[in-house]
């Protein structure tokens, strides 16, 4: 089979970064696969938060989600890898509007890997998971020759259901919605710069990594009813792609209004002084929900009603105009746009 | 804890206030054109959307003030050339790493395996030095005055043996005086970087501003400051006034930064220089004098380079950078010059005009 080639010769640090390089990644990597749903679910070419296996007879289906996860440092500032692979695989089948009820584990560990510090991880892991009321129910391990990885990968896969009659997607947002975000973005992402070493940033900043059930738990009954059109959790990309790819795969306009966005100063500091896009930050425990315009209040209510999504807000509106493009209103008054984050953020030099 | 300038600074009542003023004076003018000659202005400028508050009859355009973009290939080339050794750390400022150069950027040959490190300044790279006395660690130095006294002072503070520079600063009045006497723009007034007056004083831009008889205004980065700059070359240009005033007062001393400028002295020497996209300008860089030779990567390494390529075919950032284009205006812009597959330097750096409008621009 003929094989589209990548820009580059090399994969680059970027290719992971949420940005537009990583869609190219992800479009080289899947271009040959032949069969990419089941039973007409939604599969591969959505390349929504997970997949859905709808069986005939029942009125629900299976959601299915796979992440990898890494994260420098292991442990930072809220929380270590093992929350974060928990929360990550989680929250990504309840933004498909699915109950979360099972996982499974893969571990692959650098020899000499400090047992220590496997215990710690493990332990988080495992107690994020009962918290969330997911079973672990299969799980591999490997360990790879010192050098051949960086301590320590997590894999895993998340498995939910949902009824078959809920359409939670990044396709589906509508004319007028509006777009609220469960809290504070950008947290993640600074906690982890500012912890990282050499830079010598204090803060009593803390990654926002979390799980997303309360919400899901508060949001049943809109769920149910299709009143929430889609939701999605900004993690590599932030907001910006969360937003672009939103508005790219419904072919919409979304007009952001920038004071409304809740940030942190903490966040803003570090983004300054760095030179980095506080919109392009990671989150891992937050969501951003497009909901019609007559339930966005009730369910704005319901939201700021949970311990995790106490500071949700609405920050925007979906529109017909400008198709496929962000605009912020800045915090000045201007408009610009709110591109498709590149690849990975780097600071700038002055 | 409170952001400094959000206060004011970001406020958008004052920027109302600034906006009134300035479309008050508008009224009784024809076009007037304004340049900056700062990546940061462009970026304030883009990401808060000041060309959209602005009257119609005010061209803000963007100078070659990107420190990566006017950076020649022939430059970069030399660290690829040197990051290719096996026994060499080659460090840099973040956004240097993507500049397409001759043949590859520093983030290929990082790809590629070679140990290219991004610092946050000179210190960072001299303690890489330190930890590994088994290499050669050769920082790649670019940005205008505002960089150089780090430079400067490591050198002078007798850093490792194995630790040496690539010295391709540039400086920005000889580009200012560049610009008005050759290109013909008829620009009404300059924003000038107010980093690089914090470092160098007014002087240098009294001169221009005198010679020239333009108005020139020392401004800050946040959006007011961006807007009380242009409010303020506006009444010189209906006063006809023609000075350099300073807009970022609480930074920027008329005198600039003395201890700074000694330290500039006494480690470099001004040189005619080459800007990628705009040619040899005289007094344009630096170089580092042949009493600090050991740190000169230059001097210290014998480095072939084959002839270097600093635009490429079809490729308009010369112009753009001189504020004779608009990116749109470039036939290849978001066309087959994305910041994914740049073609010029201007759409590499998150400073370059072209990167910027590409990002923020709206139409």
Redesign the interface.
């Known amino acids: 089979m003929s094989m589209k080639k990548l820009?580059?010769?090399?994969?680059?640090?970027?290719h992971g970064a949420g940005g537009?390089?990583q869609e190219?990644l992800i479009q080289f990597i899947t271009q040959n696969i032949t069969f990419k749903n089941v039973n007409k679910g939604i599969g591969l070419e959505e390349l929504d938060d997970g997949a859905t296996i709808p069986l005939e007879d029942f009125e629900q289906e299976i959601v299915v989600t796979a992440d990898g996860h890494t994260v420098h440092p292991l442990f930072f500032p809220g929380g270590n890898l093992g929350i974060l692979s928990v929360c990550g695989t989680v929250n990504d089948l309840i933004m498909m509007g699915a109950r979360p009820i099972a996982m499974t584990s893969i571990i692959i560990l650098e020899e000499g890997f400090s047992i220590d510090e496997l215990e710690k991880i493990i332990n988080s892991f495992n107690f994020t998971a009962r918290e969330a009321g997911v079973a672990i129910i299969a799980g591999d391990t490997k360990v790879m020759p010192r050098g051949s990885l960086d301590k320590i990968i997590m894999a895993t896969t998340g498995i939910g259901l949902k009824e078959k009659h809920i359409t939670i997607l990044d396709n589906n947002l509508q004319k007028n919605d509006k777009i609220i975000v469960t809290g504070s973005i950008g947290d993640h992402q600074s906690a982890l710069i500012g912890s990282r070493e050499?830079?010598n940033i204090t803060s009593d900043l803390k990654s926002d990594v979390g799980l997303l059930l309360e919400i899901y738990n508060a949001l049943k009954e809109n769920i149910q009813n299709n009143q929430i059109h889609a939701m999605k959790d900004p993690t590599r990309g932030g907001i910006a792609g969360a937003l672009n790819d939103w508005a790219n795969k419904s072919e919409v306009g979304i007009l952001i209004d920038e004071d409304s966005i809740p940030i942190k100063?903490?966040v803003?500091?570090i983004s300054?002084m760095l030179?980095l896009d506080p919109y392009a930050m990671a989150c891992e425990g937050r969501a951003l929900l497009s909901v019609s315009e007559q339930m966005a209040e009730e369910v704005l209510e319901k939201i700021k009603s949970t311990e995790i999504g106490k500071e949700a807000t609405i920050i925007g509106t979906v529109s017909l105009e400008n198709p496929k493009r962000v605009?912020?209103?800045?915090?000045?008054?201007?408009?610009?746009?709110m591109?498709m984050p590149?690849?990975e953020a780097?600071?700038?030099?002055? | 804890m409170d952001i400094p300038g959000t206060k004011l600074l970001r406020n958008k009542d004052f920027t109302n206030q600034i906006i009134k003023n300035i479309k008050k004076i508008c009224q009784n003018l024809n076009r007037v054109k304004i340049m900056h000659v700062c990546g940061t202005h462009e970026h304030t400028i883009s990401k808060y959307g000041l060309r959209s508050l602005l009257p119609k009859n005010i061209e803000i355009l963007s100078g070659p003030g990107c420190p990566v973009c006017v950076c020649p290939a022939a430059d970069i080339d030399k660290a690829v050339e040197l990051g290719k050794r096996k026994d060499t750390i080659i460090t840099t400022f973040g956004d240097m790493i993507r500049v397409p150069a001759t043949n590859i950027s520093l983030a290929e040959l990082k790809a590629r395996g070679a140990d290219v490190r991004i610092v946050y300044g000179p210190h960072d790279a001299i303690k890489i030095a330190q930890d590994n006395p088994n290499k050669e660690v050769v920082f790649f130095a670019i940005g205008f005055e505002t960089t150089v006294p780090l430079i400067g002072y490591e050198i002078l503070n007798t850093p490792p043996s194995n630790f040496s520079v690539i010295c391709a600063h540039k400086l920005i009045p000889a580009a200012l005086e560049l610009l008005i006497s050759q290109s013909k723009l008829n620009i009404d007034g300059f924003i000038s970087p107010g980093h690089v007056a914090t470092i160098i004083g007014l002087q240098p831009f009294c001169l221009f501003s005198d010679a020239y008889r333009i108005p020139n205004v020392i401004a800050g980065f946040e959006p007011n400051d961006v807007l009380l700059a242009i409010l303020m070359i506006l009444r010189q240009k209906i006063e006809k006034k023609y000075e350099t005033l300073n807009e970022y007062t609480r930074v920027v001393k008329p005198e600039g930064n003395k201890k700074a400028q000694e330290i500039i002295n006494q480690v470099f020497k001004q040189v005619s220089s080459p800007w990628r996209g705009i040619g040899r300008i005289m007094d344009g860089g630096l170089a580092i004098k042949s009493e600090f030779a050991q740190y000169d990567a230059d001097q210290k390494f014998d480095i072939q380079l084959p002839k270097s390529q600093d635009i490429p075919p079809g490729c308009s950032c010369h112009l753009v950078m001189v504020g004779k284009l608009y990116p749109y205006e470039c036939k290849l812009f978001r066309k087959d010059c994305t910041p994914l597959n740049p073609i010029g330097p201007c759409m590499v750096s998150m400073e370059g005009t072209c990167q910027i409008y590409y990002k923020y621009y709206n139409p």
């Not at chain 1, 820009?7 to 970027?14: D, E, G, H």
């Not at chain 1, 780097?346 to 002055?350: D, F, G, H, L, V």
């Open positions: 820009s580059s010769s090399v994969v680059r640090l970027a537009v390089m190219e050499g830079l100063k903490q803003v500091a300054d030179g605009l912020v209103k800045t915090s000045v008054g201007g408009t610009r746009f591109d590149l690849g780097i600071p700038r030099i002055c």
